[in-house]
């Protein structure tokens, strides 16, 4: 059985102050939660104040975003070992605002998957098409694309350490969510594509998150689908009743 495993992704949100607020607010709320793996994404400048407040906590740390060379003349980028060193367990790869309003590409986006693994950090790969192409019929090309291209080259002992994330970019800080019908069609139809690509025991033990307006209110409804393992939250992860009331639900 997959374990939920839902993660905050506090985006460029937060103070240092609020920070630290927030992960002690959780930690606090959620001490007891056992059966949900549980992780808070801060932004790189407020993780190692982040770790500190979550300490011996039962929730994880992951960084947004990772750059894939291990050091050197690389400006402004953080690198897999720096994410490690102050205490990640997760990073963000190819979030749908890196791709669309940064420019990341799906090659790009592969080189961050692969070296996050193999210095033993977990990527959660976001998927997703636009609204343009759903209304289009391509979310399953744009998808199929995504994951095919984010997950080259990677075989499956090292797949397994990947989340993956779909994100439909209509559904992400708008309020309007996927129905859990639209989720299921795109969940299960990528749990067909990893047992095509790998086999059906790495497509079953690959978890798969929603995201996109997951808030309280459709925790319920989203997570009684049967391919969906866990929710990827931003807006709804910056408060703690919020946040700690989903990972209640699927508790
Ligand atoms: P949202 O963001 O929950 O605010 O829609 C989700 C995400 O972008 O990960």
Redesign the pocket.
């Known amino acids: 059985m997959r374990k939920p495993f839902i993660a905050g992704?506090w985006?460029m949100n937060t103070d240092r102050r609020g920070a630290v607020g927030l992960a002690t607010g959780l930690a606090q709320e959620l001490r007891d939660i056992e059966t949900v793996d549980i992780a808070v994404c801060p932004p790189f400048v407020y993780l190692d104040a982040v770790a500190g407040a979550l300490n011996s906590s039962n929730i994880a740390l992951g960084a947004q975003d990772v750059y894939f060379e291990p050091n050197g003349a690389f400006t402004g980028e953080i690198s897999c070992a720096m994410l490690k060193d102050v205490g990640c367990t997760y990073a963000i790869v190819g979030?749908?605002?890196r791709r669309h309003k940064i420019g990341e590409t799906d090659e790009l986006i592969n080189k961050k998957i692969s070296a996050a693994i193999s210095s033993g950090l977990l990527p959660i790969l976001?998927v997703g098409e636009l609204l343009e192409q759903r209304q289009a019929d391509k979310t399953e090309a744009v998808v199929t694309t995504q994951i095919k291209a984010g997950l080259a080259g990677l075989h499956s002992d090292k797949v397994l350490a990947v989340t993956v994330?779909y994100?439909p970019v209509w559904?992400?800080?708008?309020g309007v969510t996927a129905t859990a019908e639209q989720a299921q069609e795109v969940h299960a139809m990528i749990r067909g594509l990893l047992a095509d690509m790998y086999d059906q025991s790495v497509a079953g033990q690959i978890r798969i998150q929603y995201?996109?307006?997951?808030?309280p209110a459709n925790t319920a409804e989203l997570m009684a689908c049967g391919d969906v393992d866990g929710l990827?939250?931003?807006?709804?992860?910056l408060k703690v009743d919020d946040f700690a009331a989903m990972i209640k639900t699927v508790a």
């Open positions: 992704n985006k979030h749908s605002e976001c994330a994100e559904a992400i800080g708008t995201g996109g307006s997951a808030k990827l939250v931003g807006g709804a992860s």
